[in-house]
């Protein structure tokens, strides 16, 4: 394909390209290159130096670049590749940008399920560093559209594959704690990992702000019905202006969320309420979002 091409040509050279992954698109750079990683920074409008996600093709790949114990083996053999990231102490000597840790003695990796950033991994021989590509403090995006509405020229090239399947970032774990939740579930950790059951999933990973994931419009949580001026996303028996899900699935409203968020601050009306959804398995995650998105 042309375009993976000519974007794995770009990323040897040092520039940045917006590709998709299993869970959000991302806005990748060489993670070796830390002017490459500024452009990141720069085109996102970050105001503070967030460390990012590196982003590998395969487990002997991570291990190069951090030092896995027992656990980390235990759940990077099971989850990847997949929707899951994992702190880990920095190998030395691995070569990434100390731009990508934010300086950190530790690195957030993980091996992506998705076709298009496994061609562009293989393709560009590099390891990627690739926070999600929106404007700091914007709605993550799940389609390309949202890629180029939110950042325009400052992305040069999009790899447009469609909408992404899990629509959620990625779960974070560092050691036995959830740091952030996401599609692998806590439920899904405890299976492999029995500890981590306990583990809290409302820590905040550090630069995890708490407005991180805010649309532009104020936003209503555990609504049942709209009020006036008010855009209702529905869940299950709630009806609105859109749904998450109607038949109250919560892996579609996972996948769905970041899209009808982008959708009520498109609409008319000026402010936005959103139905309630339980908090069991991928819940967590839509709820730790959606509060996020509230929180202003
Ligand atoms: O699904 C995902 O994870 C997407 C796709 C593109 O892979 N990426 C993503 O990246 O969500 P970003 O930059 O939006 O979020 C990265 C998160 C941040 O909250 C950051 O604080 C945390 O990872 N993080 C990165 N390195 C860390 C470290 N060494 N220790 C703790 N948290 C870290
Ligand atoms: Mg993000």
Partial sequence: MAALREAATMIRAGGIVAVPTETVYGLAADARDSAAVARIYAAKGRPDFNPLIVHVTDLAAAERIAVFDDDARVLSTRFWPGPLTLVLPLREGAGIASLVTAGLATVAVRVPAHRAMRALLAEAAAPL??????ASNGISPTRAEHVAASLG???????????????VESTIVAGRT?????????????????????ATAHVSAPGQLAT??????????????GGAGEWLIGFGAVTGDDTLSAGGDPVEAAARLFDTLHRADASDCTRIAVAPVPEAGIGAAINDRLRRAAHR
Avoid: C, F, Q, W
């Fill in 153 to 167: 020229a400052a992305v040069p090239l999009i790899l447009d594959d469609g909408a992404t399947t899990e629509g």
């Fill in 212 to 225: 991180h994931y805010a649309p532009a419009k104020p936003l209503r949580l555990d609504a049942v019905s």
């Fill in 178 to 198: 959830i740091l952030r939740p996401g599609p692998v579930t806590a439920e899904m950790l405890a299976e492999v990992l029995p500890v981590m059951a306990g």
């Fill in 129 to 134: 560093a690739a926070p999600s590509a929106n």
